[in-house]
């Protein structure tokens, strides 16, 4: 797991040694390895094939079920493009699986985007909390948040309603041209200045 042996690497053993050059070496790489984020998205999100837990359909297809629902609902792009991964946790988060897919949506998408997937397994409880001995009405603890309604929403007409072997269920090559231009730019992330600077750069020089 040491990745590409011959490309150039920074020199220092701790960071309070690293070196301008050093960054800018970590730098360059970064760009090319940010732009195969969706490739690895689709990648991982692919690992839910076959995955059914005791559901009624696999956990892809219920991915699947739940953009297309959205999409055909008129909901945008961004909006099905969470509702396509929202789950995508399911595989290294089964104890906080709406939390790692909140995380890796979280550059991308708008603050009520980010919450309603953030939150959604609270909601989604609702339908189900009271045969695994929890309360079903957890989600009214958020009752006066802004964002309520519209994961309430997002779980009854969209999540909730992912589970039918027969219903459409859009392929996910039909939702992978979303995902790269929702995942092209950051709006938020720790970096983003400094990544808007480097294309302004680029742009000027190109």
Sequence with gaps: MDGHHDEPR?????????????WKIIGQAFGGFAKELPDRVITHLQLLEGDCGGFPVDRLTHCLQTATLAHRDGQDEEYVVCALLHDIGDTLGPYNHADVGAALLEPFVSEENHWMVKHHAIFQGYYFF????????????????PCFDRTVEFCAKYDAAAFDPEQETLPLSFFEPMLRRVMAKPKRSLYKNKL??????????A
């Excluded at 009271?130 to 948040?145: A, F, I, N, Q």
């Design 130 to 145: 009271e045969h695994l001995g929890l309360d079903p009405d957890l989600r009214e603890k958020y009752r006066d948040h």
């Design 196 to 205: 808007d600077a480097d294309q302004q750069e680029q742009r000027q020089t």
């Design 10 to 22: 920074a020199q220092f053993k701790h960071m309070e040694e690293g070196t301008a050059e050093d």
